[in-house]
């Protein structure tokens, strides 16, 4: 089988990481998998955080906990010891699609190398706060970001999940 089918097929998201941190190289590629996502107008218009700094990643955390309304003390991100974050300008109208192709470029990526990955929601919500529109500011990053994902990664603890059948009566021929 084709290997980009293969990791299509095989690809899952992952709830559970070990705290080791992947390895720099496989980090890089995932970056740069995201990087050559399709976009529309050829815009290259996503930008990609990625934070490898624990502090970070646990204040991420507790506000991304807060916004989903679960207990204190859950981590949304697994475990996952590097959240890659996808950004897109709010005035760009293709944000989102343009976005999401990073998000699926890096987590079939991960997937490739052998490392598990999860998309995460509330980027959106985290980044209208000030406090992490600071963060950008901090990094350089100008302007006005609409989050658009958090891509967890991180070594798979556990096995990997099974797929669920894929349901019947999705595809319309107009031949």
């Not at 981590?75 to 990073?102: M, N, T």
């Not at 006005?144 to 595809?171: F, Q």
């Amino acid at each position: 089988m084709n290997e980009v089918i293969k990791a299509i097929k095989e690809r899952r998201s992952i709830r559970r990481f070990k705290p080791d941190m992947p390895e720099k190289k496989d980090l890089d590629a995932v970056i740069e998998a995201g990087l050559y996502a399709a976009s529309a107008r050829g815009k290259q218009a996503p930008v990609i955080i990625a934070v490898t700094n624990k502090e970070l990643r646990e204040k991420l955390a507790r506000a991304n906990c807060k916004i989903g309304g679960w207990e204190q003390g859950f981590d949304p991100f697994y475990g996952a010891p590097v959240i890659f974050i996808v950004l897109v300008e709010k005035d760009w109208p293709c944000r989102v699609y343009d976005g999401s192709l990073v998000m699926g470029n890096m987590m079939l990526c991960t997937h490739s190398l052998g490392l598990g990955s999860i998309w995460i929601h509330r980027a959106k919500e985290e980044f209208e706060m000030p406090e992490f529109k600071a963060v950008l500011q901090d990094l350089g990053i100008e302007g006005e970001w609409e989050g658009i994902g958090h891509c967890a990664v991180g070594y798979i603890d556990g096995d990997m999940p099974k797929a669920a059948a894929r349901k019947d009566g999705r595809v319309f021929w107009a031949e």
